[in-house]
């Protein structure tokens, strides 16, 4: 025996009004991460501060490039978005 047969099927399933609420939800979050790591890669390398584990000479080097580039592989969302509403 399954086990499910007394279980309502929206326990089972989900509840589709939260499904489509947590799909937006996602959505949204997917948009944050680009302006975050972009923010963090211009305070980073705006702050003079060595870094703990690998300094460099450069403040685009270490975290500050790291960030750049998290943000620049997160801009997929920001470019869908932009490409859907042309």
């Given at each position: 025996m399954c086990g499910t047969a007394n279980v309502p099927a929206e326990v089972i399933m989900g509840n589709q009004g939260q499904d489509v609420a947590i799909s937006g939800a996602a959505s949204?979050?997917?948009l944050a991460a680009?302006?975050?790591f972009a923010g963090m890669a211009?305070?980073?390398a705006l702050?003079?501060?060595p870094?703990?584990?690998c300094a460099s000479a450069s403040p685009l080097g270490?975290?500050?490039a790291m960030y750049g580039l998290m943000?620049?592989?997160h801009l997929a969302p920001w470019l869908k978005l932009i490409a859907h509403h042309r």
């Amino acid at each position: 025996m399954c086990g499910t047969a007394n279980v309502p099927a929206e326990v089972i399933m989900g509840n589709q009004g939260q499904d489509v609420a947590i799909s937006g939800a996602a959505s949204w979050l997917s948009l944050a991460a680009a302006p975050i790591f972009a923010g963090m890669a211009l305070l980073t390398a705006l702050s003079g501060a060595p870094d703990m584990l690998c300094a460099s000479a450069s403040p685009l080097g270490g975290m500050a490039a790291m960030y750049g580039l998290m943000s620049a592989f997160h801009l997929a969302p920001w470019l869908k978005l932009i490409a859907h509403h042309r």
